[in-house]
Each structure stands twice: as structure tokens, then as C-alpha cells.
């Protein structure tokens, strides 16, 4: 991994962190996804003229990945209606470089060095130690199954779309495609199962999805590129350091508590970052 993408993908990790925690904002989360998927396939039906049309095998892994995302967006909604920015995201991320290491292992999909191995399991060390404080603060336990569905899903299309934009060679345009399809399944999911009111928010709220959609299409569209650049695994793993950035914003945000755990997690995933870079 190039310096270039290493510093890329820390931006990307600050966006993504952001549009979470906007997402946190609303007081109804699930509406407050729609908005932001909204946003980012405006965003993506915006670049549609100017980007590369996918063919043959490329709309395999759009469809799949249009199915995932649903399923994350749907998990990751109803696991912050129950817990904090703080509590949530590091399980919701963590877990993921796992099941992605275990499958880059698995079907032998980039080469990995002993370091990067060491690197990224001490990563997750450090993020299973920052969610751990769900058991011992009494909050909801059963954001746990729900951020681990998301986490699941995370691993799913983060190695999906790492072959399907290897496979258009445009990841730009690829990121643009995959967050419209994105939204065909999303919107349509959630309205079955929420009904027509899940959409009538404030224009307000619409503005601010616009907002998150823009930093979420920003964050994925350099992830998916970065993945095209270096292993996948890796690429992933150092992107769970958005994490830290979580932490921060919800400590100044929300008024999360932060407490000696965290901290000592925080250290942990540096050191993780840092042994996955060298």
C-alpha cells in the first residue's frame, strides 16, 4: 500500500464516520437513512452520463452489492435506534477485517505478508475491546446481533465490490452504479417495512441527508479505488480506523462518555494501523 492510498483511505474513514453520526442525528434513524441513500444515488444518477456503463460480469456484482448495502443500511439503522454512535460503529466496523481476512485467506484472493496478518487481527483486538463496554454500561444488548449483521454485511460487499470494481476498471464509476442500485433495493425495503411515513421528514432532514449521502459517495468512491490499488483486506482494515474518528465525534457530538477502555482500544488500533502500513 502507497503512501497515497494510505492517506486517501484515512479521509475516507473521517467521512464515513461523519455521515454516521449525522445519520445518528435523526431522531428516527431509519428515516434518517433513507435520506442519506437518497442523497448518494443523487449524487450517482448525477455522474451516470459521464461515467463507464458497466458490462458482462460487472452487473453481477452490482446487483449483489445493491442487495448487501440494503441489508447493512438496514442493520446499522436499527442497531443505533438502540445504542450509542460510540457503542454501535465499533462493533458495526469491527468485526468486518476479520471475516474479510478469513475469506481473503480462504479463496487465496490478494497476497498477504505475516506483518499485515499481525497488523490487522491486533486492529480488531482493538475494536472488540472498544464495544465491550455494552456489557458492563446496562445499555441494549440486542444492538450486538444487529451491528454484527451489519459488520457481516460490510465484510460482504467490501470484498464484492472490490472484484466488481477490478472487474469494470473504473472504480469511480462503479461507486457511482453501485449507490444507485443501492437505493433501488433500500428504498423500496424499508418503506415496505416502515410504511410511507418513514419518508415524510422535514425538508431539513432531506438537506442533511444530501450532506451525508455526499460524504458517504465521497468515502466509498476513494475506498473502492483504494482496493483497486491494494489488498482488499488491507484496504479494509485500515479504513476501521474510522472507529477513532467515531469515538471523537461522539464524545464532542453526543456527550458520549469516554472512558479508560476506550482509550486504551484507541492505542491498540493505532498500533494495529501501524503494523498493517509497514
Known amino acids: 500500500m502507497t503512501w497515497v492510498v494510505f492517506w486517501a483511505v484515512l479521509a475516507a474513514a473521517l467521512l464515513h464516520a461523519t455521515w454516521n453520526a449525522i445519520v445518528k442525528t435523526g431522531a428516527n434513524k431509519q ?20 461515467v463507464t456503463v458497466p458490462s458482462g460480469s460487472t452487473w453481477f456484482w452490482l446487483l449483489a452489492s445493491g442487495v448487501i448495502h440494503t441489508f447493512y443500511q438496514l442493520f446499522l439503522g436499527y442497531a443505533y435506534e438502540r445504542g450509542d454512535l460510540s457503542r454501535v460503529y465499533p462493533i458495526a466496523r469491527g468485526a468486518a477485517p476479520l471475516l474479510v481476512l478469513g475469506v481473503t485467506l480462504v479463496f487465496a484472493l490478494d497476497p498477504l505478508t505475516g506483518l499485515d496478518k499481525i497488523g490487522i487481527l491486533i486492529l480488531v483486538a482493538g475494536i472488540i475491546l472498544m464495544a465491550q463496554g455494552v456489557f458492563s454500561s446496562g445499555e441494549d444488548r440486542r444492538l450486538i446481533p444487529l451491528a454484527l449483521g451489519s459488520a457481516t454485511a460490510t465484510a460482504g460487499y467490501s470484498i464484492v465490490d472490490g472484484l466488481g470494481a477490478r472487474a ?106 501501524i503494523l498493517s502500513r509497514i
Open 168 to 273: 469494470l476498471g473504473d472504480p469511480f464509476a462503479y461507486t457511482a452504479w453501485l449507490l444507485m442500485f443501492a437505493a433501488v433495493f433500500y428504498v423500496p425495503t424499508i418503506i415496505a417495512l416502515k410504511g410511507w411515513s418513514v419518508a415524510q421528514v422535514p425538508v431539513r432532514q432531506y438537506g442533511q441527508g444530501l450532506l451525508a449521502g455526499t460524504a458517504s459517495f465521497a468515502a466509498y468512491a476513494i475506498v473502492v479505488w483504494a482496493m483497486t490499488q491494494a489488498p482488499i483486506a488491507q484496504v479494509t482494515a485500515l479504513r476501521e480506523t474510522s472507529i477513532l474518528f467515531a469515538v471523537f465525534l461522539g464524545w464532542i457530538w453526543f456527550g458520549d462518555r469516554m472512558t479508560t477502555g476506550k482509550v486504551t482500544a484507541a492505542v491498540i488500533i493505532v498500533f494495529g494501523v
Open 31 to 50: 428515516s434518517a437513512m433513507l435520506t442519506m441513500t437518497c442523497g448518494q444515488s443523487l449524487i450517482g444518477l448525477c455522474l451516470i452520463p459521464f
